[in-house]
C-alpha cells in the first residue's frame, strides 16, 4: 500500500474472484473493511453536500461518539444490564438532504484497478448517503447492487460489487434511466447520479434523453480513456472529473458532488 497503492488495491479487488474458496472470501471481507476506510478518510466534500455529525448507532456506520453514548454506556454499567443500542450514537456522514445513485460500468474489461475503483466508489457513496443511495452495475444489462429503498449493509453492497466481472455491450441509456427510476423513488431534496464510465455506449438509444431526466448527473471517467465521456458531459451539462486509479476516487468524488 506504501509502494504502490493502485496495484495493491487492483490485486485486492482480483483475489476477490480467487478460484480458492477460502482465499476468496477472506479477500473480500479484508477488501470490504480496508475499502470502507479508504472512503472514510478521504477528503470530505464542501458547500453542504456532506458533514460529519452525530448519528443512530448502525453496527457499520461509523466510529462510536464516545461523548453522545456516554450516559447510556454509563447507566448499563451501573444496572449491570446490557447496552441499549438505540441509545447509541455514532460519527458519521451526515447528507439528509441528498440521495445518491451510483452507476458502475462493468461492460468490457472489469478487474483489478477498475473494479478496485468501483468499490471504493460504492463505499464513498454508502458513506455520504446512508439512508438513501443506489449501487447500479450496467452492461447490456443493469444489476441492482444496491436498490435505492432496500437495506442493505455496507460491507455487503461491496463484497457484492467484488463478484461482478466485465462483461457484453454497454447499454448507457439503459443505465441512465434506471438511475432516473432509482432516484425517483427518494425523497430527498437534491438527487444525484453519479456514472463511473467511459461514456462509451455500445447499444443504440438516445443517451442524452435518459441524462435529461435525472436531476443532477456527474461523470466520472478514466484518465487514459476520458474523450468521449467529457464530449458527453458537456452535451447534457454534467459535471465531470477523471481518476488515474482505486486511490484517487475518493477525492474524484467529492469534486463532482460540490455544487
Aim: proline share 5%; aromatic share 2%; hydrophobic share 45%.
Amino acid at each position: 500500500m506504501v509502494d504502490d497503492p493502485d496495484e495493491t488495491l487492483g490485486l485486492l479487488a482480483d483475489l476477490g474472484g480467487a478460484t480458492d474458496e477460502r482465499l476468496r472470501d477472506l479477500a473480500r471481507r479484508l477488501a470490504a473493511g480496508l475499502f470502507l476506510d479508504i472512503a472514510r478518510r478521504g477528503p470530505s466534500t464542501r458547500r453542504g453536500v456532506g458533514r460529519i455529525g452525530a448519528q443512530p448507532y448502525r453496527p457499520d456506520g461509523g466510529d462510536l461518539d464516545i461523548d453522545a453514548s456516554f450516559e447510556a454506556v454509563a447507566d448499563a454499567v451501573a444496572s449491570g444490564a446490557a447496552i441499549d443500542a438505540e441509545r447509541l450514537r455514532i460519527r458519521s456522514w451526515s447528507t439528509p438532504d441528498t440521495a445518491l445513485c451510483l452507476l458502475v460500468d462493468r461492460s468490457g474489461s472489469m478487474g483489478g484497478k477498475p473494479l478496485a475503483t468501483a468499490a471504493i466508489a460504492a463505499a464513498a457513496v454508502a458513506g455520504r448517503a446512508p439512508k438513501s443511495y443506489s449501487v447500479l452495475a450496467f452492461g447490456k444489462d443493469v444489476v441492482a447492487v444496491k436498490s435505492q429503498d432496500g437495506d442493505k449493509p455496507s460491507e455487503q453492497v461491496i463484497t457484492d460489487l467484488l463478484t461482478l466481472r466485465g462483461h457484453g455491450t454497454t447499454d448507457l441509456a439503459g443505465a441512465l434511466r434506471a438511475a432516473s427510476e432509482q432516484l425517483s423513488r427518494a425523497t430527498a431534496a437534491r438527487k444525484i447520479a453519479i456514472l463511473l464510465s467511459d461514456c462509451r455506449p455500445t447499444v443504440d438509444g438516445d443517451v442524452l434523453g435518459a441524462a435529461v431526466g435525472i436531476p443532477e448527473l456527474a461523470v466520472v471517467a478514466p484518465e487514459q480513456d476520458c474523450a468521449e465521456a467529457i464530449t458527453f458531459a458537456q452535451a447534457c451539462g454534467a459535471r465531470m472529473a477523471t481518476v488515474g486509479g482505486p486511490s484517487q476516487i475518493v477525492e474524484a468524488l467529492a469534486s463532482v458532488l460540490e455544487r
